[in-house]
């Protein structure tokens, strides 16, 4: 027997992405952000409520950087998406985060969050809070590479289970994708 929920934003493996940005005095700012996804080749997309100070700086600067959450950060990473710098203005100091600006964007990177997205801004409707941005890089530090690809099993990437609001650790590689499937063609 299948149960039905209703309708619930609700869906498996969630990400857990760090949304970075600096507001127009160059103070560094990030929050915590599950309801997103890659959009597209060359995009992501995020649903991001407007009230964020978040959303002021990516406003004002057009620019942001995603960093993936891990196993290490977890504390830190759900203190940025239950504390607002609206409130607490050095909040990232508080969280044990500090930045290095991108080379690439107007935007900083965590430097203890090892996998990052540099993102300018496309698009923002403010009564959906539908964000999509433009990725410019992808930058990883050497410590979750092997053989120059960046390694989950490194990275330790947490997912969002938004059914027990708990994180999640990535698990084992199951299978090998656009290559199993044609044991049945
Ligand atoms: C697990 C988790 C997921 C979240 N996902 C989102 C999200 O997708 N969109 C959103 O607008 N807020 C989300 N939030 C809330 C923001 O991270 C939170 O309001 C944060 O304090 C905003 O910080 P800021 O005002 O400094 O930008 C999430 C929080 C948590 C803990």
Redesign the pocket.
């Known amino acids: 027997m299948r149960q039905d929920f209703g309708a619930k934003p609700w869906s498996y493996p969630q990400p ?2 760090i ?1 970075a ?1 600096y507001d127009e005095d160059g103070n560094a ?8 996804g890659i959009n597209d080749t060359t995009q992501v997309a ?4 407007s ?7 990516i406003l004002a600067k057009k620019a942001f950087t995603v960093s993936m959450a891990d196993v290490k950060h977890v504390v830190e ?2 203190y ?9 203005p050095d ?1 990232l100091a508080k969280a044990g985060f500090t930045v290095t600006k991108s080379e690439k964007v107007d935007a900083p990177i965590i430097n203890e969050l090892p996998m990052a997205i540099e993102c300018t801004l496309v698009s923002y409707d403010p009564s959906t ?1 539908h964000m999509v941005g433009e990725i410019v890089n992808v930058n990883a530090d050497e410590s979750v590479l092997a053989d120059g690809k960046i390694d989950p099993k490194k990275l330790q990437p947490i997912t ?1 289970d ?1 059914v027990n ?1 708990t ?1 999640v650790a990535l698990g084992d590689v199951v299978g090998n994708a656009f290559k199993d499937g044609a044991k049945l063609k």
Request: glycine residues 8%.
């Open positions: 857990v992405w949304i940005s700012d990030a929050m915590n952000a599950a309801w997103t995020m649903c991001l409520s009230g964020h100070k978040t959303v002021k700086n990473c759900d940025v998406g239950i504390e607002s710098a609206n409130k607490v909040k809070g969002f938004p609001n994180y």
